[in-house]
C-alpha cells in the first residue's frame, strides 16, 4: 500500500519510520532492532532518550513549562551562566533561540549590526541552516533548491572549503588559501567570517581542513577587524574529542552557536554566545526575540546535557572511540581497490568512495542488515555513533559495514 505524504521526508533512499529508540539502538517500522551510527545527525550524542535529561525535563515540567520572552525564568538564567563558564572567558552573553538556523541567523544579525558591515563570507558546499541568510552562507547558485527560491540575502562571499587532499601538503592548502582570504579581508568590508571548527559536519562530506585552519582564520579576521562565527551546532557536545570544536585550536571566536547536542534531542533549543562587548552594542537594534527560544523545559534537557558531559568527561572516550573506529576501519578496508579514503576527528568520520555512488547502496544494505548509517548520498558515508556507545555494540556496527562494503 501506498503511503499518502503527510510530512515531507523526502531524504534519498534513507526515510523510514521509528517507532523507538534507547541508547544506541533504534527500531524501524518493522520492530527491527538497527545500531545506530547517525545519533539523528550528531543530536543525541548521549544516547538516544537518555533517562536523566528525561527525568530533570519532567520536574521542570512539573514547576513551569512556558515563560514568554519579555520575561526571564531562572533556569534559562542557570543555562546561560553553566554555558558561559564551560566557555572560554569572555563568551558569556547568550541569545535564546530554538535551534541552529535560528542561532546562526542572530549571529549574522548581530556581525553586521555591531561592525556596520555588510558582507559576510562562508565557504561552498557547506551547511548553516534553513533561512534564507544561513542558506546564503554555503549553498551554490547551481543548485536546483536555489534557483527555485531565490534570491537569497545578498552580500554574501563563497570561498572553496580548503579540504585536506592527498594531491597536494597540508602546508601549501593552508598557505593558499590564507592568502586567499587575506585578498578578500584586506578591503576590511567583510562582517563575519563563518566556518565550523575545521570540519564540515553538516552537508554529508565530512571534508577536514589542514590543522591550523582555524588559528589562520582567526588571525586574519582579528588583523581586519571581522568577526568570527563559529558554527558548532555539530562539532560541540563532546562530538569532536572536545567538549566544544573551538578547543581543537584553542581557538576563541567572537561568536559561537549551538544546538543539536545541546539538548541531546530532548527539546528544541539554541544558543548564541558572544562576547559582553558586542551583546550590549547590537541587542537594542537586533532585537533577537523567540517566542519559543529556551523553554524552560528545554533549557532543564541542556543543562542536565551539560552536566553529563562535563560529569563523564565524554569528550574523552570519543576521542578514544573515534581513533578505534578510523584505525579499525583502515585496517578492514586496505584492501578494497581503490581504498576509501577515511578522515575524521573524534566521533565525525566520513568513509569517502570518491566515486560509485555506493553510499545509498551501503545505507540500504545497512538497515537490512541491522546498522543505521547516513551520508551524502553519493559518495561519502559520515559516521557519528552516540558517545556513549558500548565498545561491543561499536564493534557490531563496523562488523557490519565492513562486509557490505566488502561485498559491493
Ligand atoms: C553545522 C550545522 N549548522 C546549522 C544547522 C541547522 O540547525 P537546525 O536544523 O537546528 O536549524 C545544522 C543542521 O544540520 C548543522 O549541521
Redesign the pocket.
Known sequence: MIKKKIIFNDFCEWTFDTTRAEGSFIWDETGRKLIDFTSG?NVTNLGWNHPEITEAMILQAKRSSYVPMWTLDPIQEKLAEELTKALPVGLNTCSRAT???EA?EEALKTARAYTGRKKILGFKDT????SFGTLAIGYLPEYEVVKAISPLVPGFIQLDYPAISSREPQEKILSDFSTQLEEVLKNEDVAAVVT?AGII??WGSTLMAPSGFLTAVRNLTKKYGTLLIL?E??TGFSRCGKLFGMEIEGVVPDIVTF??GFSNGAAAI?AMVTTTEIGERTCNVTNLTSTFGWMPIACAASLKTLEIHQRDKVWEKAARDGDYLQASLREELKELSPAPTIRGIGMEIGVDFGQGRLVPRIVTESRKNGLHVVGDCENNLQIMPPLTIERAVLDEGIEILVKIIRSL
Open positions: 545527525w535551534g541552529g538556523t546562526n551547511y548553516h541552516g534553513q565550523e559536519t553538516g558554527d551546532v555539530g544546538a543539536k539554541g
